[in-house]
């Protein structure tokens, strides 16, 4: 017997490009949402738009954990439903190829996308969170090279004060300067020009140049009987860069640890029953996730064949609904588990052997049952909606508007 037959093939073809496609608009979405504040956020801070795109790149592995199980039930879905509209599914069911013979290539799919979503949350999406928060950390800490904030006060050193009209050349060229310095000896300046310059100092690399042009020097302090006021043409500032603190070390979080880490401290008796709590809380989770996997391919086939003489699509909107459902509900369990009001077991897979069970059964409904529907009280109640929400946007014929004539010229009976 051939392990691949046309058939297979057939179905592999049908479930692969909407699985692809799904996965990449799952992932878009997410990334366009993600983006819109970041770039809020880095505008705010001052830093180059490029660290938009590192942030962002960061948190594809989260994001690819999310869209891969969604791209897998929503490719098998629309796979199966094509074959059951098409009347090709009835065709495969009369020459004796049941739903689990059906179901070969799907769970090829399925058992190669789990491991691949085990190898993202195991490692890819520990350390795709830790360089995220690091280059956060340095985006505020003005380790990525910040500029200079536009029409605001900027604080430098606790001892300068800068304030420019005009920003280009990503924060090199500024226009518009004014500045206070304050000395130790208690002495302070003010400085005003028409525009600046930053220049990197070789000699002494913790510090940078401003080069002005065209301003002004007032000099005053308290052994400064009145205050002294200078005109330049050209004048140098050396500004201290501020000491950029480091970043601490990865495993602060319990989202940054590796799968195996979390194994070796959720019970081991030398750490805090605090983060022995979250470490558990955060490994049974990603795990619960994964095994998921393996009962989407019975789902989608359960939801993907709607009843006779029916076009409706509530399969595929309530497909959605559970599986995003189902992922809140484990986020919450996580969340309780976490901190120490109940048990990992009994918070993550306690739902899943609930949903699991109602999978089976939908399964079985549709692959055992003659006739079965697992969804067929809500396709007469969606149908019934369905009908009412039509009647009331039909337009109504008047009483005084000609009956309207068919194909051969003639009218309608009244």
Partial sequence: ????????????????????????????????????????????????VSVVFKMLA??????????????????????????????????????????????RVPYMFAIVLAALNLLIVSYLQPLSRYYYEQLQFELRSGALGASIRVGEFNSLQDRTALR???????????????????TGNGQV????????????????PDTV????????????????????????????????LPKIEQFRQRGDADKEYFLPELLRIGW????????????????????VEVVMMFLLPLLAVALAVPPKRSTSALGVFLSIILVVAYHKVNQYGQDVAALGKVDPV???????AIFAALIVWMYWRIAYVPGGQPIGALETGFAKISRGVRKLFERKQLRDEPVPADDNGGQHAA
Avoid: C
Wanted: charged residues 20%.
């Fill in 1 to 48: 017997m051939k392990l691949f037959t046309a058939t297979d093939r057939y179905i592999a073809r049908l479930v692969f490009v909407p699985m692809l496609s799904v996965f990449v608009l799952a992932a878009s979405l997410l990334v366009l949402d993600k983006m819109l504040k970041l770039f809020d956020f880095v505008a705010t801070q001052g830093g180059p």
């Fill in 346 to 352: 009994l918070a993550l897979w306690g739902p899943f």
């Fill in 268 to 287: 081991n008796d030398n750490y805090s029953q605090e983060l022995r709590n979250q470490t558990r809380a955060s490994l049974n989770y990603r795990l």
């Fill in 209 to 240: 140049i401003l080069r002005l042009t065209d301003g002004q020097i007032v000099q005053d302090g308290p052994n400064i009987t009145s205050p002294r006021v200078l005109s330049f043409a050209s004048h140098d500032l050396p500004i201290d």
């Fill in 164 to 182: 420019v009209d005009s920003s280009r050349d990503e924060g090199r060229d500024l226009r518009g300067i004014f500045a206070r310095i304050q």
């Fill in 58 to 103: 960061n948190l594809l592995p989260e994001y690819a954990s999310l869209a891969i199980p969604l791209g897998l039930l929503l490719g098998i879905l629309f796979a199966f439903r094509k074959l059951a509209m098409s009347s090709e599914l009835d065709v495969m069911r009369a020459v004796g190829l049941s739903y689990t013979r059906l179901l």
């Fill in 189 to 204: 300046m003010v400085i005003s020009a028409r525009e600046g310059r930053f220049f990197a100092n070789r000699e002494s």
